[in-house]
Every structure is written in C-alpha cells, then in structure tokens.
C-alpha cells in the first residue's frame, strides 16, 4: 500500500500544527463559530446533536494493520472503544472532546493518517472497489489513480470551497464494486487496444433528495490528461454550481440544469487550456505511485478444492460462510474474505477497539498486514490463503465477526440516523435491527439470495437507500417517524433508482412490510432469479399490491415489535451509534 | 488593514462602493471602465472572468470581493485573472476576507488582502508561512510536487 513519502510525511503534520493554532484561537474567543465550523469540518470534526464526530480519512478504504491499531488505541484513549465504519470507507469515532482533536491528529499523523477535508464543502475521500488489487475481474488497478487523484485534490488552493461537498469514485473491474454512477464524478478505468489504461467520466450522478445516474461525459481518457481534465470539470462546477441552496448545490443539479450536452461542451472549453498543462500526468510519475501497490510476496500456493469442498460439508455454517462472505482472489490459493460487521443487536459498521485489534492481528496472520473497509460498512481482509479459511472462520466467528451474511438482506447499508444525527427525520438503526431479528433464519436468508436494503434516516440519504433493492427511507409527518419504501433500485454497474411503492409506513410496521415484499419476490421469481430482476421483470404493481392491499389489512402493527423497539432506544448501544453528515 | 506582498502596509487606495472613478479610487468595474485612468477596479467574486477581460488587465489594482468567506468562486477568478491572464497588476481580496484562508487566496494569485484588523492581518501573514508546500501546481507555484521534488517512496 501506499507508503508517505517525507514531503506527504512534514504535509500531514504542518496541517496537524495549523489545525492545533486554529482550535487554540477558536477557544480564546479570536475564531468565530462559523469560521471555526468550516475550518474544523475540513479537519472530519463535527459537532451534532450529542458531541463531537470525528470522521478519520481512510483513503480509498485501504489500511494497515498498525494504522487500524492506531484507530483501536484512539478509540480507547479518547472515545468509548469503538468506531463506526461509514458507507464511504472511512472511520469515524463518537465522542471525542473538540479540545483532544489536535493530539488525537497527531497520533494519525504518525500512522500516516489524517482527517483532511472528510466533511465540508471540498474534495472528500476518494473511494474504490474494496477488492481493488485482488479481484479475480479487475481490469485496472484504480489504487494508484486514488493516491494520484488524492494528494491532486488535498489542499486544492482553488476547489477546497466548492458549493457544496465533492465525492469521487474509481472502479477498475467488470463489477462496479465503486457505485460510479453514483458519484459526483464516477472514474471508469478499461484499457484500450494497446493494453493502455484509458478513463471514462460519469458525472453528476448522485443520491440525496435528488437521486441522479450520472452522465457519461468523457469516453477513453488517455492516463496523462487525469488530473488536467478533472481539474476542468471542477473549475466548471465552482464557478457556475448553485451557492444560493444548499439543497440545489451538488454538481447532479448543475449537469442538469445546463444539460449533460451544454455541461460536456463548458468543460471541453475549459479543458482545452488546461490540457498538455503542468498538471499533466508524467508516466514517471504514475509509475511511482503504482510501485507502492506492488503485489506482497504471495507464496506459490495451489487452489484447495478438496480441502474446502471437505470442510463445508462437515460444517453447515462455515460453507454458507463460503458462499457469502469468500470472493475469488486472482492469485491461485488465496481468497478474499468480507468480515461482516453486521451482527444483530450491533449498529452496521460499529466495530470494537478489541474487534479492531483482532482484525489487524488476523491481517498479519493470514495475509499481508492490510485490511479494506468496504461501503457496505464491512471489514475485508484480501490475502487469505485459502487453507486457512477455516480457522479465520472460527476466530471471526468468536469475535462476532463472522456472520454470513454478506451481500444478503441481513447485511444492511444504513446510516447513524436520529439516534445521533442532526439533519434525520427518523431512526434507522431501530429499524436494521427489527428486520435483522425478523429475519434471522439463515435459511431464508440464503435462499431469499443476494438483497441489498438500505435505509437512510433522511432524504440526504447517507444510507443510499435510492440504489438499495429494497430501499427504505425515515421521513417525518407532523413530528412522527415514518418510512417510505421502494424497491428496484442498484448500486452495482447495471445501477438504478428505485421507486417507491407509495404512502409511508409506521416503524413497527417496516418488518412486516419488507417480509410482504419477500413474499412476492418469492412466489413470482423464475428459479435462480434475483431480486432485482424479478422486480426489473414483474414491475412493482405486484408490490405495490400486496403491501396496500385491503385483504390483508394495513400491515399489522405488532404490539411486541413496539416494545421491543422501545427497550432497544434505551439500551446505552442504541445511544453509542455513530452520525452520519 | 491591508497586508500586501506579506507585509502590513499602508493602504493607498479608497474603495468605494458607487461613486464614478478617480485617481486613487477603486471604483466598481463597471464605473472603471468609463474613466479608468489612475483608478482601479473591484468586481465581485461570482463576476465571469470573460465579461471583463481585456480591458480589466489594463487597471493597476483589481479588487475581488469575497461576499462570503466560504465563496470559493473568487479563487478561480483570482486564478483566471492572474494565470490565464496575465494580470500583472496587484490583485486584492476584499469584503468577507477570513485570515486562515488567505492562504488560499495567495495561492490562486492574490497578493494584497484587507483584513478586519492589525491582529487579523498578523494572522494572515502566519497562515500564508504556515505550509512549506502543496502537491498540487496553483498560480504561485504551477508545478505540481511530483515535477519539483524527488518523492521517493
């Protein structure tokens, strides 16, 4: 992985420095709110409802061992011994005291961590395909093009106070493991004829209360014109995006309002200074970049067919394990292993200083010393020989680490919501928790096959729940929590929105609603049909007909699912979750 | 207080709000352009760079104003006017000037800056000294980091 040079090294500890100063003027009275807001927010600190967040910069996703247990010892020191993994790959931890903020920066720093430019309306975290380097379908290594386009967009002295926050996404294999067309701007990395890595641009895509797929607007992209031709699409975006709403600021609002067409020909103009210019990206320069990514030192390992397919017949659990959470590596002998963080009970994405410090050991152990977080708030470890599943299986297993669930219902992509966060309408965490308890059969689970719910606790949608299968969404009628579903939405490289089946529905009554989707899903799907086709086949009149229908009654609203949601909202877990922002 | 070229100076120029171009003065663009001579001229930061361009480059001093410290759109008229353009006159940041981020501004090819007061100026001048580098080229320094310095690993 990427290794700081000294330049990056003296970078992150003069803005450690800068940040100290700021704090110490902010506390003296010389900082106002604002000021100090906007320039603490692109240090990832955030002050909510409760107390401070501090969200921790994972760059596209990707850790070592060491640097996760830096995060573990700060949880302890400083916060309540977890942190929570966020549908952008990065760590956030819960309570830290804004006075602490800058030592617990300098502690980052000497992991090679910050906190740059993780919130505010800048240039946020780069994010990849968490089996980037390692998947069996991988085109192009997007690693190295995140680094470039990483330190490219830090302390960009023009687009560090854009309209609104900047988030962009790289994929480099068949699978859009990325959500590109999600994106402010989306990077699709292929190669040309010669084997050369060419760019495709999506731009203007993006969920919030406006869900857009994002518009193509540059095919095949030549390497060196990377950083040149970004910089014109954020040239473009800061001088003619919206600042007068911040509803209407994203850069989805802007490619609209002018057309993909109009926005395409303003960037080609802008470009066409800026191009062959100093920000032209010399091979040299990428090829430094791609040594840090070198593959480690794999051992010459053959695959183990006969020793796993032996293992998952004397052992049920450890072959649905296989099924769910193990992707195929592109080394013989080794695998990828997704750790669910998605246990029932546990707030998606909340992981323990003692899980985090067991994950880096197992890193270590069974791999290469590096660790992936993925969007959908999971852990990845991507060198495991493949002998050695079963034992992490069983070590993951103990640590609550193991569930196997990955890609299933149960494995679901939700924000912190009103537990903690400001902005949302409703609860979210209550509500993952009800449908991980309704469903805990992992029979069903497994034959109900791969589902993604996403459920955002407002319309800004850090849940992402327009790109979920089944989405659901916390909306707020006359200060009551309801939830609006829909269903057919995908986030993967076939991506679309979903739609919603109709009026919202009471909490208790979510569980219920989402088993009649199921049930639909069920009776009508050809053998072997997914979800999302049976849903992208039949419509979602079907849907739409049994969760409103007058035969079976508005869904029933159970007494004992209100109660127990209840006693959970007073659980101190529920009050330990994380914001989203 | 005006800071220019890193320093705390006194300011030589009024700025005024309506009133037509004289000597001394810096009038808005508009007023300028009628009777330019010995004046100079202030835009607002959201002003497109094409409405006024060529004449503008011709004005001793360009003031931007910033309505909000978090506008970023006065960066990149700062950045057209100074590098596209070739400004070569001095180019001023007025109105919500917050000093942590002059820095910014410095770099997009401002080089003179009205701040609140002499504290708020001293601050700026730190802030401006504070990073030794940036990866990225900018109008002050158009050479990224990776065509200036040997990086290594």
Redesign the interface.
């Known amino acids: 992985m990427y290794q700081y040079s000294a330049f990056d090294q003296r970078f992150v500890e003069e803005r450690v420095e800068q940040y100290r100063d700021q704090t110490r003027r902010f506390l003296s009275g010389e900082l106002s709110d604002d000021a100090f807001q906007q320039l603490r927010l692109r240090n990832g600190l955030y002050i909510q409802r409760l107390a401070p967040m501090l969200r921790i910069a994972v760059p596209y996703g990707l850790l070592s061992a060491t640097q996760l247990r830096a995060i573990a010892a700060i949880t302890r020191d400083y916060d309540r011994g977890y942190g929570h993994l966020s549908t952008r790959q990065n760590v956030q931890i819960n309570w830290p005291e804004l006075t602490d903020v800058p030592d617990i920066l300098e502690r980052l720093a000497e992991v090679q961590m910050h906190c740059i430019q993780t919130s505010g309306s800048c240039i946020r975290n780069v994010t990849t395909d968490q089996f980037a380097g390692v998947a069996e379908d991988e085109i192009v290594d997007a690693r190295p093009y995140c680094e470039i386009i990483r330190q490219w967009s830090t302390y960009h002295p023009e687009f560090d106070w854009l309209p609104r926050k900047f988030k962009i996404a790289v994929n480099g294999a068949e699978s859009d493991r990325a959500a590109t067309h999600v994106h402010d701007i989306g990077i699709r990395v292929r190669r040309g004829d010669d084997g050369a890595p060419l760019f495709d641009f999506l731009v203007g895509g993006g969920l919030g209360r406006t869900p857009v797929i994002g518009s193509l607007i540059r095919e095949g992209l030549p390497e060196e014109h990377l950083l040149s031709y970004l910089e014109a699409i954020l040239r473009v975006y800061n001088r003619y995006g919206r600042r007068d709403n911040k509803y209407k600021a994203r850069i989805k609002i802007l490619v609209r309002a002018m057309t993909p067409e109009t926005f395409r020909e303003r960037v080609d103009a802008e470009w066409a200074h800026l191009k062959d210019g100093p920000s032209t990206l010399p091979a040299t320069e990428v090829r430094r970049i791609r040594a840090c990514f070198a593959p480690p030192a794999y051992e010459d390992l053959a695959d183990q067919p006969a020793l796993l397919a032996r293992q998952r017949l004397q052992d049920p659990a450890f072959n649905t394990w296989m099924r769910h959470n193990v992707a195929p590596h592109k080394r013989a002998g080794y695998a990828v292993v997704t750790l669910s963080t998605k246990a029932t009970g546990v707030p998606p994405g909340d992981v323990t200083d003692e899980q985090m410090d067991a994950v880096a050991d197992w890193s270590e152990r069974f791999g290469f010393g590096e660790v992936r977080i993925s969007h959908e708030q999971n852990l990845v470890l991507p060198d495991v020989p493949q002998r050695d599943l079963r034992t992490l299986f069983d070590l993951a297993r103990e640590a609550m680490l193991g569930q196997a669930n990955a890609g299933l219902l149960t494995d679901m992509i939700c924000c912190p919501g009103g537990d903690f966060c400001a902005l949302a309408n409703a609860k979210s965490i209550p509500v993952a928790e009800a449908i991980q308890r309704r469903f805990d059969d992992y029979d069903y689970l497994h034959d109900l096959g791969p589902l993604d719910i996403n459920i955002s606790g407002c319309m800004n949608a850090c849940g992402h729940h327009h790109v979920g299968h089944i989405g659901i969404l916390g909306v707020d009628k006359r200060g009551e929590e309801f939830y609006q579903i829909s269903v057919g939405g995908n986030q993967a490289e076939d991506a679309s929105l979903g739609r919603i089946l109709g009026p919202s529905f009471g909490r208790a009554e979510v569980p219920d609603v989402v088993e009649k989707i199921l049930d639909v899903y069920l009776e009508r799907r050809f053998e072997g049909e997914a979800f999302l086709h049976t849903v992208r086949r039949i419509g979602i009149e079907p849907f739409k007909e049994r969760v409103y229908s007058a035969e079976n009654g508005r869904p029933r609203s159970s007494t004992q699912a209100v109660t127990r949601l209840s006693a959970r909202d007073t659980q101190p877990r529920a009050a330990r979750s994380a914001r989203a922002g | 207080m005006l800071v220019r070229d890193g320093r705390i100076v006194a300011d030589p120029w009024t700025l005024v709000e309506e009133e037509p171009a004289r000597p001394g003065l810096i009038a808005p663009f508009d007023a300028w352009k009628r009777s330019p001579e010995g004046a100079g001229a202030w835009v607002d930061g959201d002003r497109?760079v094409e409405e006024l361009v060529p004449e503008i480059l011709e004005a001793p001093v360009v003031a931007v104003r910033f309505a909000a410290?978090?506008?970023?759109?006065g960066?990149?008229l700062g950045?057209l006017l100074r590098g596209?353009y070739g400004f070569r006159g001095e180019l001023r940041a007025f109105g919500d000037v917050?000093a942590?981020?002059t820095e910014?501004m410095h770099?997009?090819g401002f080089n003179a800056f009205v701040l609140p007061d002499r504290?708020q100026a001293e601050?700026a001048i730190a802030?401006m000294a504070?990073?030794?580098?940036?990866?990225?080229?900018?109008?002050?320094e158009?050479?990224?980091?990776?065509?200036r310095?040997a990086?290594?690993?």
């Open positions: 497109a410290f978090a506008d970023g759109r960066l990149t950045a596209r917050l942590d981020l910014y770099r997009s504290r601050v802030c504070r990073m030794s580098d940036h990866y990225q080229g900018s109008v002050r158009p050479l990224p980091a990776f065509r310095v990086l290594g690993p």
